[in-house]
């Protein structure tokens, strides 16, 4: 398959392409090859707000967005979907030139974020409140509205995919939005826009600012005419996107963030069914997922032999050119994150953990690293408490189901764990007692639209997907009205 040609490098405010007012650019760079793709235009401050401006007028009382029937939104959307569905090959493309992504999964993420949008796209007139009965002769309703201009700020890791799981959630409730996507990741998110025009969305429901998390970020987070920030990413972020909020009007705040995932594999499991699921769990796009099964706990029972498959199964994987249909791992998002892999897999090793394949950076172009497998890993190391994001499972050994959930639970974040079993007391009292947003049963992964998702702890606050992230997006308005007396 060839590299996509680039359509879009301009903001996209007010559903017209225009270039940032400073005239900045920034280098959005493949990530395989290590090669510039294009120049982006640098959205700042003075972006953020013009795109603000837009949303709130698209929002205020009396305009098409806010008049418009709830079914009618729910038309755009499903048109926005078919668009998508149109374009699932350019858009697949053009996910992993920018992302490194391999192909089928870019391809899944474009069909799954066409079944979101679909999904919300069906709630938009299904959206109500309830009738409440008072005491005495008193009327109560309840309303749900929307919040207003949202801003969502997006991650690298599922540019589409997590983008509009925000996106298909806030329009459906009529709300505005403005993006700032990763820097890392803007080109999907612009082609996208020009998605959304040709729906024919109303100007300034949706806008898109690339730029920089200190600038363009930053401001979104602080502006005093958003009324809420929906962000993925990393803890230290989410903290800062919490500070803006309080130093500025209090807006509400729904954050996604890290993850440091227990997977537990009991001896009476399938050992060569346990090894594959673990594998996945790890290595799926390069460990480069928030609820990735970093924290691999096998029983003692099996342990040795689950380390031996492990490592065979890790030196099979196949990594390299993420076009090429064979190809399970692609490239890591950028040299940042490749050498904060590569100094957590010197700490594993210093810190007495073994090193059985892998641990290394593969030589050539691109941002490649070798699938890493450590045994002996002990719940102290850095590599078992930090969130890694790379290639590299850590396998821990354990004895008795009260112990793995204790040391399941000793960690700073929540938001994914598993079990794999035939057990199924052994399961429930996994999934009922490990404090996290989702449990797995003899599965891993499962990320569904219909299922809320999100995390305990400092792995984040709220939840998306499914009908309890509506009400992430809307605020719920009481309203009571006194009856008047019969006439005597």
């Known amino acids: 398959m060839a590299v996509p040609e680039v359509k879009y490098s301009q903001l996209f405010i007010n559903n017209e392409f225009v270039n940032s007012v400073s005239g900045k650019t920034f280098p959005t760079i493949n990530p395989t090859t290590g090669e510039k793709i294009c120049d982006i235009q640098e959205g700042d401050k003075a972006d953020i707000d013009l795109a603000v401006k837009a949303a709130k007028e698209a929002f205020k009382r009396g305009s098409p967005w806010r008049t418009m029937d709830a079914s009618k939104r729910a038309e755009y959307l499903l048109k926005l979907a078919d668009l998508l569905q149109r374009d699932v090959e350019y858009l697949a493309s053009l996910e992993t030139v920018d992302n490194g992504m391999i192909i089928t999964m870019s391809r899944g993420s474009v069909n799954r974020a066409v079944g979101m949008i679909r999904y919300y796209a069906g709630w938009a007139d299904k959206i109500h ?90 401001s979104l987070s602080e ?25 500025s009007n209090l807006k509400h705040v729904a954050l996604e963030l890290g993850g440091k995932s227990p997977n537990v594999v009991f001896a009476d499991a399938d050992l060569d069914y346990a090894v594959e699921v673990s594998h996945g769990a790890l290595f799926c796009h390069s460990g480069q997922v928030c609820c990735a099964g970093t924290r691999t706990y096998v029983q003692e029972g099996i342990y040795d032999e689950f380390v031996k498959k492990s490592a065979e199964r890790a030196q099979k994987r196949i990594t390299g050119n993420p076009y090429d249909e064979k190809t399970e791992s692609g490239p890591i998002i950028d040299t940042d994150q490749v050498s904060k892999i590569m100094e957590l897999i010197e700490s594993g090793k210093n810190e007495g953990a073994k090193l059985q394949c892998g641990g290394k950076r593969i030589e050539g172009k691109g941002n490649f690293i070798e699938s890493t497998v450590f045994s002996e890993v002990t719940d102290d190391m850095k590599i078992a408490r930090e969130e890694i994001f790379g290639p590299v499972q850590q396998i821990i050994k354990f004895k008795t189901l009260e112990e793995v959930i204790d040391r399941a639970n000793d960690t700073e974040f929540g938001l994914a764990a598993a079990v794999i079993t035939k057990d199924i007391d052994k399961a429930l009292a996994i999934a009922n007692s490990v404090r996290a947003g989702v449990v797995w049963v003899n599965t891993y992964g499962v990320v569904d639209h219909h299922a809320p998702f999100g995390g305990y702890n400092m792995s984040g606050v709220g939840r998306e997907g499914g009908e309890e992230s509506l009400s992430e997006f809307c605020e719920i308005k009481t309203v009571v009205i006194k009856v008047p007396e019969k006439n005597s």
């Open 223 to 247: 502006h005093m005419n958003v009324d809420m920030v929906t962000f993925t990413g990393s803890v230290q972020v989410g903290k800062l996107i919490q500070q803006a909020s309080g130093r």
């Open 129 to 218: 409140g309830k009738t409440i009965p008072l005491d005495g002769k008193l009327f109560c309703y309840t309303r749900y509205e929307p919040k207003g201009v949202i801003g969502a700020i997006t991650p690298w890791n599922f540019p589409i995919a997590v983008m509009m799981r925000k996106v298909a959630t806030a329009l459906a409730c009529g709300n505005t939005i403005v993006v700032k996507p990763a820097e890392q990741t803007p080109l999907t998110a612009l082609y996208i826009a020009s998605l959304v025009k040709e729906a024919g969305f109303p100007a300034g429901v949706f806008n898109v600012v690339p730029g920089y998390g200190p600038t363009a970020g930053a």
